[in-house]
């Protein structure tokens, strides 16, 4: 056997992550509200670029049976030409785990450096309360060292919920336990390495794996299931603030219009003055840093544009897939994934998931998050799958037309839809059911 060393050449690929394509990643997944100010910002510090003044476009871009506009005034509101006061604004009352954490962030008295960066990460929960972006993927995005993003992370993790922004159900368990006084003493051993074993109930084996008896061992997972593995869950899943939809889709004449909402993606423009007295000024101080100034405008420039022109693709691309939504509601919504759109569209799927993150789309129907019309696929005896949303409406229509004398229990609901062609486990149905807030049939009998 021969051993030692060797050169081989080939070819790979490798992506630059350049500032500029940093940037752009950034101002494309930014929610309309953190958008306009982080564009306040850079306004501030760079004197080289300017907001439009007024402006007044159309784009079109066909598909089957769909268009997309694109029209401001002097304020940046997006104007349609039926409804003269723009898009309608949508107020919840509820207050989200999002705003409930950067309310407490302001509370700590932090760097103003460390809460830009948390209020970033605030905005990557997922609705459980689980941090869905490494930190060196956040770094990247943000610019900023790893280890200040870790000092982030660790300061969400010890706000409350107790265990919000853990990577995995591991860490929000454990979380939840150190904060805990009167924890278990074998809860974070068992969380550590057992928990199929505690799904599966097999504590003999968890008993001999640490040496203690049964009856310590019932005691910990008791104590286990107490915590909460889904410390986001009980906050509401709409903005407590005024929401601004991306878009807006109308139906003129049986053709589904897009209109897109330049509110949410702020026009700006190179300063005429700052550009000529670049290249007309004798101090070459003054040319280096408005140069400098000037190239940082183009660049934020570009990223806006290529935000608008990609939202227009990707909200378009779901408009036309999703059709049968928009004429039957609910029960037309069909399963969809980001491949989906990301094959429709050329691009490639994290693109399309920075596009949707956070944004809304105003339906004839009301306004929905973008992430809504992206669901599993359930299997159905016709062979198209239903999407887990149409799914859930079912179930709803079940149990609101059941007999609240004797309700539909899980498996009864389960063999409904059986029989109406979806098949689904009794679990499933659980699942879909607690998702709804939505109690067991023993919760919802009346005697």
Same mark, same amino acid.
């Given at each position: 056997?021969?051993?030692?060393?060797?050169?081989?050449?080939?070819?790979?690929?490798?992506?630059?992550?350049?500032?500029?394509?940093?940037?752009?990643?950034?101002?494309?997944?930014?929610?309309?509200?953190?958008?306009?100010?982080?564009?306040?910002?850079?306004?501030?510090?760079?004197?080289?670029?300017?907001?439009?003044?007024?402006?007044?476009?159309?784009?079109?871009?066909?598909?089957?049976?769909?268009?997309?506009?694109?029209?401001?005034?002097?304020?940046?509101?997006?104007?349609?030409?039926?409804?003269?006061?723009?898009?309608?604004?949508?107020?919840?009352?509820?207050?989200?785990?999002?705003?409930?954490?950067?309310?407490?962030?302001?509370?700590?008295?932090?760097?103003?450096?460390?809460?830009?960066?948390?209020?970033?990460?605030?905005?990557?929960?997922?609705?459980?309360?689980?941090?869905?972006?490494?930190?060196?993927?956040?770094?990247?995005? %943000?610019?900023?060292?790893?280890?200040? *993003? /870790?000092? $982030?992370? #660790?300061?969400?993790?010890? =706000?409350? !919920?107790?265990?919000? &922004?853990?990577?995995?159900?591991?860490?929000?368990?454990?979380?939840?336990?150190?904060?805990?006084?009167?924890?278990?003493?074998?809860?974070?051993?068992?969380?550590?390495?057992?928990?199929?074993?505690?799904?599966?109930?097999?504590?003999?084996?968890?008993?001999?794996? %640490?040496?203690?008896?049964?009856?310590? *061992? /019932?005691? $910990?997972? #008791?104590?286990?299931?107490? =915590?909460? !593995?889904?410390?986001? &869950?009980?906050?509401?899943?709409?903005?407590?603030?005024?929401?601004?939809?991306?878009?807006?889709?109308?139906?003129?004449?049986?053709?589904?219009?897009?209109?897109?909402?330049?509110?949410?993606?702020?026009?700006?423009?190179?300063?005429?003055?700052?550009?000529?007295?670049?290249?007309?000024?004798?101090?070459?101080?003054?040319?280096?840093?408005?140069?400098?100034?000037?190239?940082?405008?183009?660049?934020?420039?570009?990223?806006?544009?290529?935000?608008?022109?990609?939202?227009?693709?990707?909200?378009?691309?779901?408009?036309?897939?999703?059709?049968?939504?928009?004429?039957?509601?609910?029960?037309?919504?069909?399963?969809?994934?980001?491949?989906?759109?990301?094959?429709?569209?050329?691009?490639?799927?994290?693109?399309?998931?920075?596009?949707?993150?956070?944004?809304?789309?105003?339906?004839?129907?009301?306004?929905?998050?973008?992430?809504?019309?992206?669901?599993?696929?359930?299997?159905?005896?016709?062979?198209?799958?239903?999407?887990?949303?149409?799914?859930?409406?079912?179930?709803?229509?079940?149990?609101?037309?059941?007999?609240?004398?004797?309700?539909?229990?899980?498996?009864?609901?389960?063999?409904?839809?059986?029989?109406?062609?979806?098949?689904?486990?009794?679990?499933?149905?659980?699942?879909?059911?607690?998702?709804?807030?939505?109690?067991?049939?023993?919760?919802?009998?009346?005697?």
């Amino acid at each position: 056997m021969w051993v030692g060393q060797s050169q081989v050449q080939g070819l790979y690929t490798k992506l630059n992550m350049t500032p500029q394509l940093i940037q752009a990643m950034n101002v494309l997944q930014m929610a309309a509200a953190d958008l306009e100010l982080y564009v306040r910002d850079q306004l501030e510090g760079n004197p080289c670029m300017e907001p439009m003044e007024t402006v007044e476009s159309a784009e079109y871009s066909r598909g089957s049976g769909s268009r997309s506009r694109s029209r401001s005034d002097s304020g940046g509101r997006a104007r349609n030409p039926d409804r003269d006061e723009g898009l309608e604004q949508v107020c919840a009352p509820e207050e989200t785990l999002e705003l409930s954490l950067l309310g407490q962030l302001r509370m700590s008295g932090m760097a103003d450096d460390l809460y830009r960066i948390a209020r970033y990460l605030a905005g990557n929960l997922d609705e459980s309360g689980y941090l869905r972006i490494g930190a060196e993927e956040a770094a990247a995005c %943000l610019r900023e060292p790893v280890r200040r *993003v /870790e000092e $982030a992370i #660790a300061a969400l993790q010890s =706000l409350e !919920p107790a265990g919000v &922004a853990a990577a995995t159900l591991q860490q929000c368990l454990r979380l939840q336990i150190e904060r805990d006084c009167y924890a278990n003493e074998h809860a974070i051993p068992i969380v550590n390495g057992y928990l199929q074993e505690v799904a599966s109930g097999s504590y003999r084996r968890i008993s001999g794996g %640490l040496g203690i008896g049964i009856a310590e *061992v /019932e005691a $910990a997972v #008791a104590y286990i299931r107490t =915590l909460n !593995p889904r410390p986001g &869950a009980g906050y509401s899943r709409d903005s407590g603030t005024i929401i601004v939809p991306d878009a807006e889709v109308r139906n003129v004449g049986g053709d589904y219009v897009l209109y897109l909402n330049d509110r949410s993606t702020p026009s700006l423009r190179l300063s005429p003055y700052y550009k000529r007295l670049a290249y007309n000024s004798r101090d070459m101080r003054t040319k280096v840093y408005l140069r400098d100034h000037l190239q940082a405008a183009r660049s934020l420039i570009r990223s806006l544009e290529q935000r608008k022109a990609t939202l227009s693709r990707v909200i378009g691309a779901i408009v036309e897939e999703q059709r049968a939504f928009l004429e039957r509601g609910v029960d037309g919504l069909k399963p969809m994934s980001l491949r989906t759109i990301a094959e429709r569209l050329q691009l490639h799927e994290s693109t399309v998931s920075r596009a949707v993150q956070h944004k809304f789309v105003q339906l004839p129907g009301g306004v929905y998050a973008l992430k809504f019309f992206f669901t599993n696929g359930l299997p159905t005896s016709g062979g198209i799958p239903a999407s887990a949303e149409a799914v859930k409406a079912k179930i709803r229509r079940l149990i609101d037309g059941e007999n609240k004398a004797a309700p539909l229990s899980d498996q009864q609901i389960a063999d409904l839809l059986a029989a109406d062609g979806l098949r689904i486990s009794r679990r499933t149905v659980m699942k879909y059911r607690e998702e709804l807030r939505l109690g067991s049939s023993r919760q919802r009998a009346r005697r």
